[in-house]
Each structure stands twice: as C-alpha cells, then as structure tokens.
C-alpha cells in the first residue's frame, strides 16, 4: 500500500433526510473532496417520507458513484466511514441513513479496505469543528437542523466524543420554524436562506419581540409559531422574517447563558443547517460576547449538511489503529 499522506483518503459518507454526502479526507487533514446532493422535495411541500428519502439516496449516490471512481484514478482510498443512524444513543434509527451506511459496507468489503461507522449528530460536530480550535476539551455544542435542536455537553477524549443533552426544544425545532414560515410565504422548502435574507435586509427595528418559553436550558416552541401566524396578515415577509429570527436568537441566548453558567464552560460550537444563518451567527455572538462566552461557527458548506465530518471521524479512527 502507497502510504504517502497526500494520496492516501478516507471517504465519508452522510445521508440524512435532505442530503445525500460524501467527503474524502487526506492522511495530512486536507479536504480533497466534498459533493452533496439535495433531496428534491414537491412544491409547496413541507418535507419527504423516508421511503422517498431512501429512493432518491439510492439514486444519487448511484450519480455521485462516477465522481467517486475518478477520484479513486488520483487517490488510494484506504478507509471509509459512514453515518449510520442520528445521534449516539442505542434508540437511535432513520432508514435515510442505512442506505449510506450500507452503500460503505459494499465499499469497504469490494476494496478491502476498513469501514467505520459514526452518526449525523458527530460528524455535524466534527464538520464544525475542522475550521475551529477550541481552548479546551469540554465544550457546549449547538445542533439545530430541519429535525433537531439541542445543546449538548461535550467532552472530547482523544477525538472519542461524550455526549449529553443538557438543552434544547422540548417540541419543534427550529429548523421546522422557518421552514413552516418560508412554505406559508410562498417559498420553497427548504426555506433557511429566504428567511435570513429577509431578516438581514429588514432595517425596522422589532417592536414587540415574540414571547419566549424557556427554562433550564430548554425552550418550548410551538407558541413561537402560533404567535408567528397571527403576524402574517398584519406584517410582510421581510419583517416577519426579522421577528421569527430575533426570537430564535433570544431562546438561544437565555437557554446557552444558562448552560454555560451551570457547566462553567465559555465556548459554545454552532453546527447544523441552521447554524449557517448569518442573522444568528451575528446577533447571537454580540449577546454572548457581553457574557464572555466564545460562539465558533463555521462556513456554511460545514454546517450544512455535508459528510466531511465523517471523513474526519474515519481519519481518526485510521490513525488511532
């Protein structure tokens, strides 16, 4: 095997309920490759079965399958690495992702070569995590997507991560806030980009916040989404947008100062499609910032949905044999 570090790769794969990802990664941690394809959701349509989800994983990594053989004429792929389900507890499941995870298995057992398995939830962190340096080993993190939002105490032991919500949305996540907003307005799901637009280029200033429910770190949402459809006739886009966004970064802040507070911890990882609104990444930082708690965001290709993360995670798990 040629073991130089810059043609040896770990591929990554991640297919979650809206993208379909692969990654590689070089033995020296340079990204090399990184292709997603969006899931194509119906108009008007506020999300897919997972029978859909699985179909159309099936078919892109089928079209992603080309780019992958030319990447294997440059590069010696010596690992590959796959989510397998959501999150790292043993309840957890989603068809989406067994089609990635077992797509790797064919992979790994046709090229003889190691397979590692990860979930969407890790290699999120870890994608957050390739363009920050955090301070210390223990840290908050912020996982807010279509499905999830939750702030979870993490401890990472020689790139083995411990996990715990100690946070977040008891009922809806913020990811389907905006979604359910964007497809009211007219957009098409899913709906992330149209509202932070909106909320960025509104220059009048918010009246009345929303109310928010939040206690101990947890937030209850579904009133924010019921106040939201009473604003709809009597506000437009633009600063319906600002408002729905303002409350989400005003239950972020009181649920993160809490934690932070309780765990003693001052850095705070953002990672999920949410996390790439630039409305958040800005006034949430400037509130956290009085309160001397550090926010790392990334780049929106990281925080998206994308399997970079697990191309690091597969890298680790290489090296530590």
Do not use: W
């Amino acid at each position: 095997m040629n073991l130089h570090k810059n043609k040896n790769i770990i591929i990554g794969i991640d297919t979650s309920c809206y993208t379909t990802s692969i990654a590689a990664i070089s033995l020296d941690k340079n990204i090399v490759f990184n292709k997603k394809i969006m899931l194509k959701v119906g108009k008007e349509c506020k999300g897919l079965r997972q029978s859909e989800m699985v179909f159309q994983h099936v078919n892109n990594l089928g079209s992603l399958s080309e780019k992958i053989e030319k990447l294997m004429t440059e590069y010696n792929v010596v690992a590959i690495c796959a989510s397998e389900k959501p999150r790292p507890v043993k309840e957890s499941y989603m068809p989406a992702f067994t089609v990635g995870y077992n797509f790797a298995k064919l992979f790994s057992s046709m090229n003889n070569i190691s397979l590692y398995k990860t979930t969407h939830q890790e290699n999120h962190i870890y994608a957050s995590l390739h363009t920050n340096e955090l301070k210390n080993n223990k840290f908050i993190s912020v996982h807010m997507s279509g499905g999830t939002t939750e702030i979870l105490l993490v401890e990472n032991v020689k790139n083995d991560l411990k996990i715990e919500i100690v946070g977040g949305s008891k009922d809806i996540s913020f990811g389907q806030l905006i979604d359910r907003l964007g497809v009211k307005l007219g957009y098409d799901f899913p709906c992330g980009k149209n509202i932070d637009e909106n909320a960025l280029d509104c220059k009048e200033n918010i009246k009345v916040g929303l109310k928010t429910s939040v206690k101990d770190g947890y937030m209850n949402l579904s009133g924010i989404e019921n106040q939201v459809n009473k604003y709809t006739k009597e506000y437009d886009e633009i600063y319906l947008s600002k408002l729905l966004m303002d409350s989400i970064v005003r239950n972020l802040y009181k649920s993160l100062k809490y934690v932070c507070y309780k765990y003693n911890i001052n850095e705070v990882v953002f990672a999920g499609g949410v996390a790439s609104s630039k409305y958040i990444k800005k006034n949430l930082n400037e509130k956290l910032y009085k309160d001397k708690i550090k926010c790392y965001f990334t780049e929106s290709e990281y925080s998206t949905d994308n399997a970079v993360g697990c191309a690091k995670i597969g890298l680790n798990k290489f090296i530590g044999e």
